[in-house]
Nanobody
Framework: QVQLVESGGGLVQAGGSLSLSCAASGRTFSNYAMGWFRQAPGKEREFVATISWSGHRTLYADSVKGRFTISRDNAKNTVYLQMNSLKPEDTAVYYC????????????????WGQGTQVTVSS
């Protein structure tokens, strides 16, 4: 099992930026693909971005492509999500998760999850 702890959420105005971090412990971090998901009130948890175990392959949801960047530092057991040009519709709890499958966009293929961090974008 991988233990995951997100940080970096907060309140920001539309057009602003936030950087999320997710620190991992437990099993070997570099063996797992990592993903970011988000869940707004009353909505299902949705895919945001994923990065392969090596960091060489990334995928993004269409809604965040060109604005968000996922990256990882295997030496620090940490995955990041840089969010720019934020919109009110980006408001949600953001979760990081680990998967044995590279390139997965389905939450059902992610086994371990963090507790989430709130991101609120005001208009």
């Amino acid at each position: 099992q991988v233990q995951l702890v997100e940080s970096g959420g907060g309140l920001v105005q539309a057009g602003g930026s936030l950087s999320l971090s997710c620190a991992a412990s437990g099993r070997t971090f570099s063996n797992y693909a990592m993903g970011w998901f988000r869940q707004a009130p009353g909505k299902e948890r949705e895919f945001v971005a994923t990065i392969s175990w090596s960091g060489h392959r990334t995928l993004y949801a269409d809604s965040v492509k060109g604005r968000f960047t996922i990256s990882r530092d295997n030496a620090k057991n940490t995955v990041y999500l840089q969010m720019n040009s934020l919109k009110p519709e980006d408001t949600a709890v953001y979760y990081c998760a680990s998967s044995e499958w590279d390139g997965s966009t389905s939450r059902y293929e992610y086994d371990d999850w963090g507790q989430g961090t709130q991101v609120t974008v005001s208009s």
